[in-house]
């Protein structure tokens, strides 16, 4: 039985969507006050962990940069990671099922060949062995806890108040691509507002669905401002609910019709 709980001890900062933006990221955690260390990790003095909340990779330019990143905070209790539908998709990838690398999944492909020619076959397999067994392990959600009484739950793209602590192949559906119904005439899905529905105390942290600024809903906050679209990366600190947002230096995605890009001037 998986163990949702996680407590918030000195503090979590929230972070959404990365998409592979590294520089943003780091940029973000050092105005937070973490510190680089010699072995490429970073600590925060007063012991605040990060809390990724999916969809690391894919899309952007550095996405094994945030895995190996990624994956040794989280490996030396550092941060903490969730699932996400980009995380699934890698996964499957990487244990070999047959899935259409598209929707800017193709660019971590780009990079494991370029990392392949750089670094020689076993290498790379190994790195690859790491990923898949890391993004297999990663929780759908987590419940935050607060001297023993859940404060906030932390879920990619969102959740339903009845499954929260629970698991089933429904509600990972639900917690990795949100309350979907079908396909657009472009072939986009349709996202219905599962916000709407929230009623109990606790405060949902998501990401996924990229709005221009951290929107808040029924006590639940988005924090996807689509980094990787040229908007921006938002992170939280909680408790203290304090915003750090940093400014995506290109529109990685070069996707001319996204809102997100339409909406900063990033066409
Ligand atoms: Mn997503």
Not at 59 to 68: D, E, F, T, W
Not at 82 to 99: F, P, Q, S
Not at 239 to 256: F, G, H, R, W
Request: aromatic share 8%; glycine share 8%; charged share 30%.
């Amino acid at each position: 039985m998986m163990n949702f709980r996680i407590p918030l001890e000195h503090g979590i900062d929230f972070v959404g969507d990365v998409h592979a933006c590294y520089d943003e990221l780091i940029e973000g955690m050092e105005r937070l006050g973490y510190q680089k260390q010699v072995d490429g990790t970073y600590v925060h003095p007063n012991q605040r962990k990060i809390l990724f909340l999916g969809d690391m990779m894919s899309r952007g330019p550095y996405s094994l940069r945030v895995m190996r990143l990624v994956m040794d905070l989280v490996k030396n209790n550092l941060a903490y990671a969730i699932d996400g539908n980009h995380n699934w998709k890698i996964a499957r990838y990487l244990m070999g099922r047959n899935v259409k690398m598209a929707h800017g999944d193709e660019r971590f492909v780009e990079e494991l060949k370029l990392y392949e020619k750089e670094n020689g076959k076993q290498k790379t397999e190994a790195f690859k062995e790491e990923m898949k067994e890391f993004l297999l392990s990663l929780p759908s959600h987590y419940i935050i806890t607060d001297k023993g009484k859940d404060v906030a739950v932390a879920v990619h793209a969102g959740i339903r108040d009845q499954d929260i602590g629970k698991d089933s192949p429904a509600i990972r559906s639900f917690t990795r691509y949100g309350d979907t119904a079908g396909l657009d005439e472009k072939g986009k899905p349709i996202r219905r507002d599962w916000t709407i529905h929230h009623h109990n105390d606790l405060l949902i942290i998501w990401g996924h669905d990229p709005s221009p600024s951290a929107k808040v809903i029924n006590n639940t906050i988005n924090l996807d401002q689509g980094c990787v679209f040229g908007g921006r990366l938002t992170f939280l600190r909680y408790p203290e609910m304090e915003i750090v947002q940093v400014d995506a230096k290109e529109n990685y995605a070069n996707d001319q019709e996204h809102p997100i890009s339409k909406h900063f001037g990033r066409v």
